[in-house]
């Protein structure tokens, strides 16, 4: 078989990029669907382990990630109102209110990609803290404060991000031709495509030796920090690995532009991104408070609408 000439021919290009533009697709939404069944459960674990929680060093963290989780989740469903409104809207009787609706969910989809870039930056951080934490146990006190620190000022954070992603667009697409801005945003998106997915792989990178030592030391342990980080690595390899091939896969074959599929993985990133965060912390919790005990609906909707406030859990191991 003459590969040369395959890669040539147009159906070929064609398949290939149906192929994964389906991928991509079929990513976003599966994502989406995980997203709004898994989080009310995602919820109801966190307020039943709370008080547990807040004695150990990952609280802050996974706090931050509880409160930003919710507000995405949020935005995502008036994003999708937004959408809804959008399509019923006639154009030529309220045009006006579809510009404004049209503006609303442009912000909104900044804010998600906002929220996802800090996510990413976040989880970089968790990660070089716990791996200075596991083969350097007398930086704790130190990692300690930095954390305090960092979660007390988080909202410079969002506003370092904001300016730095502004600031990076202006740049790359100011005082140029039409052509030549096309190009410069390409290259903008691959910057920052490249960015996100070498922070959260250097995480994974971080996690690694820490998985192998911890089942050296504990093999019959399963703590919840070696659980976490085992989630939290699995997580993030599924996800971003299989966008990743999609991405290589398309780029070589395929008949669209790099740019056009780097905006569409960055933006399945806005789901896959908090979908993580909830199947790390969902897969290293329990869900009740003997793991014998079967999850009880009643017990549920008590605890995911405040309706019980005793609601506790028996303590585990700490992170």
Known sequence: MNFSKQFN????IENVTKIATNGLVAIFYISTLLYLVIFPFYVYVFKLNRR??????????????YGMVKITYCMFG???????????????RRFFFGFFVIVVAMCIVFTLYLCTAAFHFITFLLAAQRFLIFFFPNTEKHVAVFQKFLFKHIWKVYLVIFVKEVTLFIIFNHNTSDSRRTTNFGVYILTIFSLSYALLFLSTVFYIPIMISA???????????????????????IFKSTAIVIFIYQSTFGAY?????????????VVTTPLIVQISYLGSNRWTSKSSVPLKWKKFFRVLFDMNKSSVVKPQNVY
Not at 52 to 65: E, G, N, Q
Not at 257 to 262: D, E, L, N
């Open 78 to 92: 008036i994003l999708i109102f937004c959408n809804i409104m959008i399509l019923c809207n006639n154009p030529g």
């Open 9 to 12: 021919d147009p159906e070929f």
């Open 52 to 65: 547990r929680d807040r004695k150990t060093l990952l609280f802050p963290t996974v706090s931050h990630f």
């Open 215 to 237: 089942w050296k030391v504990y093999p019959a342990q399963k703590c919840a920090v070696q659980k976490y980080i085992y989630w939290q690595t699995l997580t993030v390899f």
């Open 257 to 269: 532009s790099t740019v056009h599929y780097t905006s569409g993985i960055l933006a399945t990133d």
